[in-house]
């Protein structure tokens, strides 16, 4: 079905080989998870297939990629859009439409394909997919998860042979991504043939049929389903793989309690006349490392905007070291490292980043801050130019250069991978003794390594899990 | 148009409209006749269920119109020439801006490459446009996230933060503004081009598009109006 043979890729204006000698065979019906660091080459690898390189990403290609026996370069690219569907990562901007309907059935309208057989597929799709909640909805009012479920379904009613997905669970909470294992099944239970490129893999364990491991553009190795589960634990550390395994939230709850640092009483939370958290109460002390969980839109975000004084509509107190505070007061005492951290990094390079609106930023702390989280080799290139990873680094740093009291983190593992994981925790935790730290989080296994209290937003606040 | 409580009219009506109302203004020649101008403008955007658009659109414009009869009645030399220059633009650009707030709000993308497809425009012309159409509410989400992080950074987005310290509160929005400008646009074109947005083949919709007698009313409406004021500007 699909036959890659001897494919090397340079983006253009980069150094290094993306793909390096790439052999790949992958037949009908076949479900493969292309695993490996950032980096690594998964992308680019869905992007030789679907044709995006060299089509919309230029560089250098060489070698031989067939689809059903015929060159992909031979395909027009909406040609090839009806046998290959792509499910990108970021759900925010993989919508043409702002409706969810006109987005579902987009690639069929461009097909050209009379308006009862759109109104058939699309009330099709909605129906296999479990989705018709979603329809007659604005794009803008979804959750992160709803975003997903439509561009998924999107795809779907288009009806290729072929689908590739791209990390599509990076921005889901456990039951979404049960959903999504829901209909990647329905994929193969029909004789697809699925390629998904991910870093959490442990739900993709009952389906795949092949695994295959890249490193530095190469394919390292491919292994079968049962060589794939036989690996030990250690092989896939040292290969900086997540977990096979689902894992449970297991957090040693540490009661320090006596003289909270941060108290919130009678705390709730309205956005546009809903009530999004009613009547919390909570405190933490400095040291504490807090998972804040609860399910997509939820309002997990809200809750953090909130406590950073950023939004304004709540009730209730908010005491820091037994004095009431408004948001403004707050605004001084917390940094938020944002999902997207592209929205919070301005300045021309690394090391301004660093003195950007902060006072009494001494160089010699920048230094050593930049020096600990790998940094200071970058610390005259412009911000844009670091890899994803990297700019959520320098937006950790810039917090803790800020040194506020209450630092808070919505979702920092979506799109990172083991090792990036692991580098993320440690400078966390050695920079949380005199910090009441925040993190918004689905990723149980990155929440088990780090934090020490859980905060769940749907079943209130919890002493013990 | 009662069913379809939307898209009453055709998006093409809505441009040649649009174009009209560019020529209307950029023809009438005192401010009581932009003044009425602006008012048809707001009754169009109350029959597009706009109602509360139309009058804040409407209200504004009033004020500038009084300040502007208050200046050249009773100002000093100084402030009318400070202020005319100003104002004068501003009563030349009104309109314009209304009428396409309103066509941005209520077109959507897709119903707009299908009627573009049905009136022959060429793809070329047409993809570029719907992925302006729809990347301007992008703005929106990104300036709410924006003005957090800056708020994060203890620099006040604000008009009063802008006077304070001008270059750091245009380099805080202009930055991030401009990459993640880039950012959507690459995604909403691959998000297209996957779903082959390039097909040559008719566009269908699955909002039905028609051509109504609304339509042809607006249309007559509009061009009846082009021509009065042409007249009314060269012929009287």
Redesign the interface.
Known sequence: MIELKGINFTYKNAKNNSLNNIDLEIKKGEFVLISGASGSGKTSITRVI?K?IP??YEGELEGTAKINNDLVSSY???EL??I???V?Q?P????????T??EI???????????DI??KR?KETCETLDINKLQNRNI?HLSGGEKQKIAFA??YA?NPDIYLLDEPSSNLDIPTIEVLKRHLSVLKNSGKTVIISEHRIYYLMDLVDKVIYMKNGQIQKSYSKEDFLNLSEDEIKAMALRCRKKTKLNIEMSNNEKHPYLQVSDFSIYRKDNCIINNMNFSANKGDIVAVIGSNGVGKTTFL?TL???HDDYKGDVLLNSKKTNAKKR??K???V?Q?V???????SVFAECK????NASDALIEEILNEFDLSDYKNNHP?TLSGGQKQRLAIAVGLI?NKEIFVLDEPTSGLDYTNMVKTVELLKRYSKDKIIFIATHDTEFANLICNRVLDLENRWKGEL | MKKESNAPFNPCTKIVLLFLCIIISSLLSSIELELIFVFIIALFCIINKKTKFALKGFLIYLVVYFVSILTVQYGSNTLRSLLMPFLGLVHKVYPVCMFSMLILSTTKVGEFLSAMGYAGVSKKITIPLAVMLRYIPTVREDWRYIKDSMYLRGISPSFFGFIKNPALTIECIYSPMIIMASKAADELTIASITRGIESPKKRTSIIEIRFDFHDVFALIAGVLITVLVIYRRFFL
């Open positions: 679907n995006l089509y919309y027009q690219m909406f859009s009806e290959v569907g792509s990108f970021n925010r901007t993989q919508f043409f439409n702002v409706d309907n006109s059935v987009f690639g069929l309208e461009n097909q050209g394909i009379p308006r759109l109104k699309l803008f999107s795809v288009m905007r950073c004084g950023l605004r001084q917390t940094y938020m944002m997207d592209n929205y919070q990094l301005f300045a021309e950007l609106g902060i006072e844009n800020c």
